[in-house]
């Protein structure tokens, strides 16, 4: 298992943002829904090692992040997209793909190709010599995608990673999504149900800072079946009816 | 979005993160704020460096004098690097790329460190240039000696000091403000070196970058790199001062717990308190200073071969049939010294007292140690007249006097020190027979009586570093010029059998005033 979570909480002062969370997963893409403030992002931010966890245990790529020699190995197989991307605006798409590829210690001789070719991969080919501050949010997106592929990351976490994609766009991301996920984990962290659809072999369900639902989408999908719960897609039901039992076992405890 | 296959990953390989760090650094190198700010720095080292240095006299000990004794170029830098170096800190911050940039294998510090150098390669890189480029403007202008390069040395470290502050600045605080507070900071501490360093011409206060009581000489020009070596005794420490802050400066950057691991922020510690010792050294060895006669000496770091004179070829020309002898820097001013040697050595021709030749001789430092210095001395046997040019101000333009030295004053102020040399005055005003005598020289030399206590009291006023031992004469009156009226009415072949019957007794002072014709 790429990724080992077991009982995992985090406070920030007297607010817990992430409780007891349990997860494990191997390579593939998992989906991690949730509304706003269930968690994910913190759950996201430990994972990529921004954040130690305040207790629990955590084990990434069969290597423990709390040392500091294991932690920086981790990071060298590590990409992530930060739900909130900075960028320096006079770099180019290049130079900045180019400047995280060389802070992730990737060897100097393989910069370039695995820079061409993360950018290629997000469809920013034509742009690669634009300054950062002339391109759209989408486009920002996509560099900021890049600059977390570019190492071939066998651990890939991506919060919020379609926000500000065109649906054509966010076709295309999926499917390099399933791409990545053949030999990768991929976590992506999202609110649309569409992307955990079409991308996910496994999805957990967060909400006020708890995993409440893991497993697949169809067995989401089949949580919703027969509930009456809100959503135009199946799985958008499935959310709503898993949220909406949560939310009635803590109201009742 | 395209497919592709995902490769393994590369084994990493012997010497790749040396490379690594280049690429970085080119990276940084090529999108830094700092070359934004160099027009703006050029303009005011134009106009604060470079265009007061070449209202003084062409010779570098002067020329530099205010550049880089008073650290003008510095001041010229220092906040606006300072200001840049925070603004370059504190961009992670400011732009949100934190966690990013934590999550990469690359320590933060290391990362970081990257971002500093590159920007201080610019601004120091800049510093070198311009100083070099006003250098070059200087020998077109043939400017005499060699340059202060030792100097040089301290002012790109000061601009690395500079950097490293205003970076560590920003690096803690990660503010769109952080770079206005750096230059302002930098501008005050500046500020402060001028008012301390100014004023303290010995113990701690010399290590401050802009303080010139060093090789260079507030009040008159020493001769540092035309007659002995630019001593780099006092540079060394002022470098190890300045390095010590930026290696200090630079550690700190490494001291938070996201900068990198346990051994990386213990060696921050060990860099930070390596920095402080450094500073700490310098400052110490500072209090040692001596003042020697060729400049600042630090005992601690004294190389004995740069108190060896530097070899020169000099240039002679002749005053009255008298060989006249200058270093090759001077040699622009030969047709002014012999214009005004020649009245006063053709006066005293053929006298046993005499001087059969002149030469230039260097200029002692500190100034005035002892009482007034003595620009010219006449001794040995056969006697020789020395001197020491670098203390007075030469014909053309004076930088810090009310205006350019002109021809015929500078041509009085060489005939009166030659004739109070003649007369055996010594550093003092001499006694009153000796004060007639060298009135009466000049007068014959054709400067009138009214006009000789204006040029006694200015040239004192110039070359006395204290208040002087007693006032100047405020007019031609008195029993003084009386007997000096009465000599230099004389002819001239009688005058002359006069001194030669009664030098050695003026010169010993044994001559009253009733003793004159």
Not at chain 1, 10 to 28: H, I
Not at chain 2, 10 to 16: D, Q, V, W
């Amino acid at each position: 298992m790429n990724v080992e979570i077991s009982e995992v909480t985090r406070r920030f002062g007297r607010t817990q943002a992430v409780a007891g969370v349990s997860l494990e997963a191997g390579p593939g893409v998992f989906g991690l829904l949730g509304p706003n403030g269930a968690g994910k992002t913190t759950l996201l931010r430990m994972m990529a090692t921004v954040i130690p966890a305040t207790s629990g245990r955590v084990r990434l790529l069969g290597r423990d992040p709390g040392a500091y020699g294991p932690r920086r190995e981790i990071r060298r197989r590590l990409g992530y997209l930060p739900q909130n991307l900075g960028y320096y605006p006079g770099f180019t798409v290049a130079e900045f793909v180019e400047y995280f590829a060389l802070l992730k210690e990737m060897p100097p001789s393989r910069v370039p190709k695995a820079v061409a070719t993360a950018i290629e991969r997000v469809d920013l080919g034509d742009r690669a010599k634009a300054k950062l501050r002339s391109l759209s949010g989408g486009m920002l997106r996509r560099a900021g995608i890049a600059q977390a592929i570019v190492n071939q990351p066998e651990l890939l976490l991506l919060d919020e990673p379609t926000a500000g994609l065109d649906p054509e766009q966010r076709v295309a991301f999926r499917a390099l999504l399933r791409d990545l996920g053949e030999r990768s984990t991929v976590i992506v962290s999202t609110h649309l149900v569409e992307d955990v659809g079409a991308a996910c072999g496994q999805v957990a369900l967060m909400e006020a800072g708890k995993v409440v639902f893991h497993g697949t989408p169809e067995e989401l999908i089949a949580r919703g079946e027969g509930t009456g719960a809100a959503g135009d897609a199946p799985l958008e039901r499935g959310y709503s009816a898993v949220l909406a039992a949560a939310r009635s076992a803590r109201a009742a405890a | 979005m395209a497919s592709a296959e995902v490769g393994h990953r590369a084994a990493r390989t012997f010497g790749a993160a040396p490379q690594g760090t280049a690429r970085l650094l080119r990276v940084n190198l090529r999108r830094n704020s700092m070359p934004w700010i160099l027009l703006l720095i050029a303009a005011l080292f134009w106009f604060d460096s470079y265009r007061p240095s070449i209202a003084t006299s062409p010779l570098y000990g002067m020329r530099t004098f205010w550049n880089l004794g008073q650290g003008h170029t510095i001041i010229d830098f220092g906040p606006f690097v300072a200001g840049v170096a925070a603004w370059m800190g504190s961009r992670e911050g400011r732009r949100g790329l934190g966690d990013l940039v934590t999550t990469t294998a690359r320590p933060r510090w290391a990362a970081q460190l990257a971002t500093w150098a590159a920007t201080t390669i610019w601004a120091v890189a800049a510093y070198l240039v311009f100083v070099c480029v006003m250098f070059a403007a200087y020998a077109r202008q043939g400017v005499g000696g060699s340059p202060p390069w030792w100097w040089v040395a301290v002012g790109a470290t000061a601009v690395a000091a500079f950097s490293a502050a205003g970076f560590a600045l920003g690096a803690y605080w990660p503010s769109r403000f952080a770079a206005a507070v750096a230059a302002f900071g930098g501008f005050v501490a500046m500020a402060l070196s001028s008012r301390t360093g100014f004023s303290h011409t010995s113990g701690w206060a010399l290590i401050l970058p802009t303080n010139s009581n060093g090789s260079f000489d507030g009040s008159v020009q020493a001769d540092s790199g035309i007659f002995y070596p630019w001593l780099p005794d006092l540079p060394i420490v002022r470098i190890m001062f300045l390095a010590g802050i930026a290696v200090a400066a630079l550690g700190l950057t490494g001291l938070p717990a996201r900068a990198g691991g346990p051994w990386l922020r213990r060696a921050a510690v060990a860099v930070t308190l390596a920095g402080v010792a450094l500073a700490g050294t310098g400052i110490e060895l500072a209090t040692t200073a001596k003042v020697a006669a060729n400049g600042i000496v630090i005992p601690a770091l004294h190389d004995a071969a740069n108190d060896a004179p530097l070899a020169y070829r000099p240039v002679c020309g002749h005053a009255a049939g008298v060989p006249l002898c200058l270093n090759p820097a001077y040699a622009r001013w030969m047709p002014n010294l012999t214009t005004a040697l020649a009245p006063v050595l053709l006066e005293v021709r053929g006298l046993a007292g005499a001087p059969v030749r002149a030469t230039q001789v260097p200029a002692s430092y500190p100034s005035g140690n002892g009482g007034p210095p003595q620009v010219i001395t006449l001794g040995g046997q056969p006697p020789v007249l020395r001197l020491s040019l670098g203390l007075v101000n030469l014909p053309g333009p004076c930088g810090f006097c009310s205006g350019p030295v002109v021809s015929k004053a500078f041509a009085n102020q060489v005939r009166l020190m030659f004739a109070h040399a003649f007369a055996g005055a010594g550093s003092g005003r001499g006694t009153q027979a000796q004060q007639a005598v060298q009135a009466a020289m000049l007068r014959v030399a054709g400067l009138p009586f009214a006009a000789q206590p204006r040029l006694i009291a200015n040239t004192e006023d110039f070359l006395a570093s204290g208040p002087r031992p007693q006032p100047a004469p405020s007019s031609a009156n008195g029993p003084v010029y009386a007997a000096a009226a009465r000599l230099a009415g004389l002819s001239a072949a009688a005058r002359h059998a006069w001194l030669a019957s009664h030098l050695a007794a003026l010169r010993a002072g044994r001559l009253a005033l009733k003793d004159l014709p």
